[in-house]
């Protein structure tokens, strides 16, 4: 069998890279575009911040994934059942933000829009997460998590820097149908995929909610697992503060113009990014887990000192600053994401593949969440400069956590 990225097989990268782009869509577009719409509609830095609440089902997604676990359509697929109704409501609910074009007039029913999509884009996330969990060997760890990272990114550069840009020359329903479109191109491409077997055959039956609590309880008993928590819910956290503000701050205090800032936030930076990532898999592959999200966490942390001096008036941001900066700090960034989704990967619990693994990411996105919402609070109580102080602060002080984290798990005992 032929091998791509680190060794794995080609057909799982593209299969995994696919899921994940789609789910990447409406998750760019709010995080990166929908910031500076709110913020040229004149909405203060708090109300800016506050509208990440929206990607509140990506933090309380942990509450249905045993529901994905467990009931399922064995002939039409464990994972096809929920991926292929959720990718049609996604595109179904993009038809409709198209008919609501962005003004305070509009705002409420196309942010209920935002908020749905990231319900359905969450809820296909759980499923996805389990057939990678089925399906990548421990050697393919490295390079499967950065197949699904990259492609999670393409999916965020296209929904919120490419598809910015067709806006600006377009219409706001050709973003928005475009963006339905993709999806649907996924879902067909899913559609006519035979979904293979788990890894495990123990992966495919199905787990008593009595044996479910009883080997999460389990798993949470285990040594280390409270410091694995602890970084996972940590490792985003400063990046989040910074990058929440950052294009706010260019676009409220130097009045730079918001397709620019999206071209050189979500599309140079994702494209570095991506690099990152695919670099992150190949020292994933390498080195030891622990050591490898230790290297690119230390090495994160530059740029991000880099952009609180620009913040603090030591540059001025111009696109010979800012594009050369955002592209340190994703690349960087994009090294330390794929290592540490491949050290929770592997702590999982095949036999709760999806459940195991979503509660890992739900820790991880209301971790970062928390600076998200209360970065434009902090803002209008402080002034940008502290609050990308405090980026640094708590990158830092994550590098403290990771020591702590075992590299390998022992498995949870059978239930009785």
């Known amino acids: 069998m032929r091998v791509g990225l680190s060794g794995v097989a080609p057909w799982k990268i593209g299969l995994l890279a696919s899921l994940y782009f789609a789910q990447g869509l409406p998750f760019g577009f709010q995080s990166n575009a929908l910031p500076l719409y709110l913020t040229e509609l004149g909405l203060t830095m708090t109300e800016v911040s506050l ?17 994905v676990d467990r009931y399922a359509s064995a002939r039409f697929g464990r994972r096809k059942s929920w ?11 993009c038809v409709v933000a ?3 074009p962005l003004s305070r007039e509009t705002l409420t029913p196309f942010l209920v829009c935002v908020l749905m999509m990231n319900l359905f884009a969450a809820t296909q996330d759980i499923a ?31 929904g919120g820097g490419l598809l910015v840009g067709l806006f600006a020359k377009g219409s706001w329903s050709t973003l928005f149908l475009t963006m339905a479109g993709l999806c649907l191109a996924v879902m067909t491409l899913v559609l006519f995929t035979k979904e293979p077997a788990p890894r495990v055959s123990e992966a495919s039956a199905a787990v008593s909610w009595g044996e479910l609590g009883g080997r999460i309880k389990q798993l949470l008993a285990r040594p280390g697992v409270r410091w694995l928590l602890l970084a996972v819910a940590t490792y985003k956290m400063g990046e989040t503060l910074a990058d929440a503000m950052f294009g706010a701050w ?14 050189w936030l979500g599309s140079w930076g994702m494209i570095a990014s991506l690099a990152g990532s695919v670099l992150g898999g190949v020292i994933a592959t390498r080195w030891r887990l622990t050591r490898a999200v230790m290297l690119t966490g230390t090495l994160r942390l530059l740029p991000l000192i880099a952009q ?13 600053t800012i594009v050369p900066l955002t592209c340190a700090e994703h690349f960087f960034g994009g090294l330390l994401t794929t290592s540490m989704f491949a050290l929770m990967m592997s702590s999982v619990d095949r036999r709760i593949g999806a459940t195991h693994f979503t509660l890992l990411a739900s820790v991880e996105v209301i971790g970062k969440a928390a600076p998200g919402l209360l970065s434009g609070f902090f803002v209008d109580k402080v002034g940008f400069q502290p609050v990308f102080a405090a980026s640094v602060v708590l990158s830092l002080l994550f590098l403290l956590v990771v020591p702590k984290v075992p590299e390998h798990f022992e498995p949870a005992a059978p239930t009785a």
Request: aromatic letters at 8%; zero cysteines.
């Open 128 to 158: 996805v997460d389990g057939l990678a969990v089925d399906l990548l060997e421990p050697r393919e760890l490295g390079g499967g998590n950065a197949a699904q990272v990259v492609g999670y990114k393409i999916g965020i550069l296209t």
């Open 308 to 320: 609180w001096a620009m913040v603090a008036g030591f540059a001025l941001p111009t696109q010979f």
């Open 98 to 100: 198209s008919l609501f």
């Open 51 to 67: 509208a990440r609440a929206l990607a509140i089902p990506w933090a309380l997604k942990m509450l249905w994934a045993p529901l």
């Open 250 to 263: 260019m676009v409220r205090v130097h009045h730079l113009p918001k397709e620019e800032v999206a071209l």
């Open 83 to 93: 991926i292929i109704p959720m990718q049609l409501l996604l595109a179904g609910t």
